[in-house]
């Protein structure tokens, strides 16, 4: 396993509305009208790609979907696993096991890095990230922390 590695993918640009085409909002707003929410779903800026065994996983803050077999997603897996020379993929051997990569997509501006699988899934989920400083005793934020604002 990897220390934290953070791979950027200058030759990957993926399209902004990726997470649109292959679904995945249209599956968080069909869940959240089963649980009685209503409205229109906006992703956040960066969206986690994997697969789990032969399943595409998509994350964006707490959201999280398992998709069917999206031919668009697999031939992006194909791409990484080809500019990494197949160091590199997004892909676990069965749906049980994490895979060792996540690919991380700025919605913002097309970029791509491949992130360590549980770093890139803090990320992913994180509310309020810590720019610089330290903790407290009592597991807080210290006094010279940093919080980065909206």
């Known amino acids: 396993m990897t220390d934290n590695l953070l791979i950027e993918l200058p030759e990957l640009r993926l ?12 599956a968080v707003e069909e869940h959240a009208r089963r649980l009685g ?9 960066f969206i986690g ?42 892909r676990s051997k069965s749906e049980e096991v994490p895979p060792e990569f996540m690919l991380v997509h700025d919605r913002f501006d097309g970029c791509c890095w491949l992130w360590e699988y549980a770093h890139g899934r803090r990320f992913l989920e994180a509310r309020q990230p810590v720019l610089s400083g330290g903790w407290d005793d ?8 940093k919080l980065l604002g909206p």
């Not at 998709?67 to 590199?88: A, G, K």
């Open 37 to 45: 929410i209503t409205g229109r779903y906006d992703p956040t800026r």
């Open 15 to 26: 399209p902004r509305d990726l997470a649109k085409r292959v679904k995945f909002i249209e």
């Open 49 to 90: 790609y994997y697969f789990a065994g032969a399943f595409p996983i998509v994350v964006s803050g707490h959201w999280s979907v398992t998709l069917d077999d999206v031919p668009l997603l697999r031939s992006v897996r194909e791409i990484v696993e080809r500019i990494t020379e197949n160091r590199f993929s997004i």
């Open 138 to 145: 009592e597991g807080g934020p210290g006094s010279d922390t």
